[in-house]
């Protein structure tokens, strides 16, 4: 079984930083893609940052180029979200997905105090 964990959500003030994780079990880690997603009351889920453990090659939203950044520890089995200069609104209950089965985890909740 597929599973995705996140976790290390908070509360942060603007300009603060921190670190998600999600942990991943049930595939292989060897050939994966995962992507980071979050989401707002009312409003559709949208993609932040993804990986690929193919070629190790990012992609970002143009809201967070610059100050997120994605990696993967494939011992671990992690994939992993740095977030550094926060913003108000990157506020949001953020979500890993496995884009080859489709998973996702359960989220963790960011929230950037102005």
């Known amino acids: 079984e597929v599973q995705l964990v996140e976790s290390g959500g908070g509360l942060v003030q603007t300009g603060g930083s921190l670190r998600l994780s999600c942990a991943a079990s049930?595939?292989?880690?060897?050939?994966?893609?995962i992507g980071w997603f979050r989401q707002t009351p009312g409003k559709e889920r949208e993609a932040v940052s993804c990986?690929?453990?193919?070629?190790?090659?990012?992609e970002y939203a143009d809201s967070v180029k610059g100050r997120f950044t994605i990696s993967s520890d494939n011992v671990k089995k992690t994939v992993y979200l740095e977030m550094h200069s926060l913003k108000p609104e990157d506020t949001a209950v953020y979500y890993c997905?496995?884009?080859?089965?489709?998973?996702w985890g359960q989220g963790t909740q960011v929230t950037v105090s102005s």
């Open positions: 997905k496995d884009e080859t089965f489709g998973s």
């Open positions: 049930g595939f292989s880690f060897d050939d994966y893609a």
């Open positions: 990986i690929s453990g193919a070629d190790g090659s990012t």
